[in-house]
């Protein structure tokens, strides 16, 4: 049972146009949203998180959009650079309950030059 | 200030042996998470330390087992390794904000 679903494997956009990957979740008990990056061959590393009291958050060229009553949040990505192209991680918690992050399974972003 | 290291990076047993990997963080965190990665499934938990001297499981645990040596190193230990643990695993310590903070991966391949 698949509590954090990022239903889109890959995606592939043009260098400088926007990059939206989604993720949806089904446990309402989730109150705390991160995005991790992954290169090949190397660790996750984080990126942006929301709480779920906030329906957005921003960093630079990357920001977070929650949306409570959906079970959906969005990470958009403006301009998308080259660099970015990597696998990003959506993942959830219940902060009250434990520290165990639920994963989803990746989208790999692929920017063109 | 290394943040969190692995040992061995590469690894490659034969169906049966044993061997322990190693992880451990300088940045003074309480809690500690060996996964999994393999194609297609994302990152699978298989065991947590949410503080020095406790230990949980998991998703998938079985064939496996920790130690929370001290607050600085967390073990991951194969007692009879399987072609099905070949994989890369991944050790990580989280900051209050639950920010979790990766290490660079070893990468096991079992014969």
């Known amino acids: 049972d698949q509590q954090v679903k990022q239903n889109s494997p890959s995606l592939s956009v043009q260098e400088g146009r926007i990059s939206i990957l989604n993720c949806d979740y089904t446990?309402?008990?989730?109150?705390?949203f991160l995005w991790y990056k992954k290169y090949p061959a190397e660790g996750p590393t984080f990126l942006i998180s929301i709480s779920s009291i906030k329906d957005k958050n921003e960093d630079g060229r990357f920001t977070v959009f929650l949306n409570k009553s959906a079970k959906h949040l969005s990470l958009h990505i403006v301009p998308s650079q080259p660099g970015d192209s990597a696998v990003y991680f959506c993942a959830a918690l219940n902060a009250g309950n434990n520290r165990k992050l639920i994963w989803g399974l990746g989208t790999s972003l692929a920017v063109n030059p | 200030n290394a943040g969190v290291t692995q040992t061995p990076k590469f690894q490659v047993l034969k169906t049966g042996q044993s061997m322990t990997l190693q992880c451990a963080q300088d940045?003074?965190?309480?809690?500690m998470y060996w996964y999994r990665q393999d194609p297609g499934m994302g990152l699978r938990l298989i065991y947590y330390?949410?503080?020095?001297?406790?230990?949980d499981k998991g998703e998938v645990p079985n064939g496996y087992n920790v130690s929370r040596l001290n607050k600085r190193e967390f073990s991951l230990r194969l007692e009879s390794a399987a072609p099905s643990q070949t994989s890369v695993y991944f050790c990580?310590?989280?900051?209050?904000?639950?920010?979790?903070?990766f290490g660079p991966g070893t990468r096991l391949t079992v014969t």
């Open positions: 990580a310590s989280m900051f209050p904000d639950y920010e979790q903070y």
């Open positions: 330390s949410a503080s020095e001297g406790t230990t």
């Open positions: 940045m003074n965190h309480n809690s």
């Open positions: 446990n309402s008990m989730f109150d705390y």
